[in-house]
């Protein structure tokens, strides 16, 4: 697995512990909704404000 933080366009780089804990929170609640799948390969998140 893999996670990419980017904000404008721009790639945040981010240490392991950090990308790992933003990871788990997304996954973690996606995988709780209904109808989706176990077989996911792509989950996009976009805030804008």
């Known amino acids: 697995m893999g996670f990419k933080l980017k904000i404008d ?3 945040i780089p981010l240490n392991d512990f950090v990308a ?3 990871q788990g929170t997304v996954i973690g609640g996606v995988s709780t909704l209904k ?3 176990e ?3 792509k ?3 976009e805030v804008t404000k």
């Open 35 to 37: 109808g989706i799948k």
């Open 9 to 11: 366009g721009k790639e």
């Open 20 to 22: 790992r804990f933003i």
């Open 43 to 45: 989950i996009e998140v």
């Open 39 to 41: 077989d996911w390969k």
